[in-house]
């Protein structure tokens, strides 16, 4: 059986151990050196990077998050082990792990590390698809001339160098198409490395559950269970249009990955769907000026991440999370896609004084989804509002400020309250 060693990068036939540096870290599959897309996750990134830069940290339980009214952004496995889960509330991942060091997130640290990984992957194949700053898929089909080695020991030797030059560790997933890839990556966690051929397909989804489909969130699991749908092979007992008939597109999918198929190409240039940002109170508020204060602040970072991206939306959305945690979500189509931080604010500030439930929140999210190219964007005229464009050109006139000063060069009286 065609084997690898993760170590050192030998290739050779089944054994215990590496024939060449005795390591038992070996992956081994009939098809190993067949396959070529991939799914790779770093593992816990986030507290991998603040346990590289702080040497102190590495046998301490780590959760990257807010204050005690935040959430879980990632733990470290030390702190998984203890039950610590992502989005958890930070008040009960503390009282699973009471000794964890809280670290606030340092968003453009990790960004920098991701341009270093995403160059580290673009010398092996042009067909990625990221999916966050730490996940991506790759396709590295016909690859295997230009490198003299197949996909398998190339995916090896970026996750070594990974190791070796950025001090970050990752699993990755290797198989015939893209839900196999994306399953296989979470089978050994971390600095795993699972194949899953084309010829167990049928035998290794049997009697999974359907749970460890990507996108099969509780209420869909809730849903499938309500029809007597726990595991794969009970999605092999339905016909195909009996499922769409049930389920929509979803049950159409279901048909398709029940039998393990997937075709979905990896799409270097999947569009963004949405731009949002979001922040949890310290405390609790229903005070209208500090709310006011953090929707227009929430407005101009949306704002400006459809500005870098060129992107303008037309959907404006505004979530709140009362102190109860009921989610609130309110959306409103514009007439003309935008990305302005003024329009942003004036819709998601409408949104807000339409809510009947007053308050007290602990958490308020702007959004801005349906997105086009930025040229496809309103000049920002309102014949009922004349000062619209005004007010256009003040903010365009503040970008250049900022982008030559810095962000906090100029601020707009509402954001310091």
């Known amino acids: 059986m065609p084997s690898l060693c993760k170590t050192c990068l030998t290739t050779f036939d089944q054994g215990p151990r590496c024939p060449s540096c005795r390591s038992p870290r070996i992956v081994s599959h009939d098809e190993l050196f067949q396959l070529s897309i991939a799914h790779m996750d770093c593992d816990a990134f986030y507290a991998s990077v603040e346990k590289r830069d702080n040497p102190d940290l590495a046998a301490k339980p780590v959760i990257i998050g807010g204050g005690r009214r935040g959430v879980v952004s990632t733990a470290c496995y030390i702190a998984r082990i203890r039950g610590v889960r992502s989005a958890m509330p930070m008040f009960k991942a503390l009282k699973l792990c009471p000794d964890a060091v809280v670290i606030k997130p340092r968003m453009n640290v990790y960004a920098e590390v991701s341009r270093q990984i995403r160059a580290m992957m673009e010398e092996l194949t042009p067909a990625i698809q990221p999916l966050s700053l730490d996940e991506a898929f790759l396709d590295l089909s016909g690859t ?211 809510v009947e439930q007053r308050g007290p929140y602990r958490l308020i999210g702007v959004g801005l989804s349906n997105l086009v190219d930025e040229r496809q964007a309103g000049l920002a005229g309102d014949l009922l509002d004349p000062q619209a464009v005004t007010r256009s050109k003040a903010e365009r006139a503040t970008d250049a400020i900022r982008e030559r000063f810095g962000k906090d060069a100029i601020k707009k009286g509402r954001a310091l309250r």
């Open 144 to 354: 295997e001339k230009l490198h003299g080695a197949p996909p398998a020991v190339m995916l090896a030797r970026l996750f070594k160098r990974m190791h070796q030059e950025l001090g970050i560790t990752g699993s990755i997933g290797l198989s015939h198409n893209k839900f196999l890839a994306k399953v296989a990556s979470d089978l050994e966690k971390p600095r795993g490395f699972s194949v899953i051929g084309q010829a167990e397909t049928a035998a290794f989804l049997k009697d999974k559950p359907v749970r460890m489909i990507w996108g099969v969130g509780a209420a869909s699991q809730e849903s499938l269970e309500r029809a007597g749908i726990r595991t794969f092979t009970d999605l092999l007992r339905w016909d195909r249009d009996d499922l769409f008939k049930r389920f929509g597109q979803m049950g159409d999918r279901l048909y398709h990955l029940a039998r393990g198929q997937d075709h979905r190409s990896v799409n270097a240039r999947e569009p963004i769907k949405s731009i949002s940002n979001e922040t949890t109170f310290g405390e609790d508020t229903g005070d209208r000026d500090i709310l006011d204060g953090h929707i227009w602040r929430l407005s101009e970072k949306v704002a400006d991440r459809a500005k870098a991206k060129e992107l303008a939306g037309r959907v404006v959305t505004l979530k709140l999370k009362t102190d109860d945690f009921k989610t609130i979500s309110r959306r409103h189509t514009l007439h003309d896609p935008t990305q302005l931080a003024d329009v942003l604010y004036r819709a998601a500030r409408a949104l807000f004084d339409a």
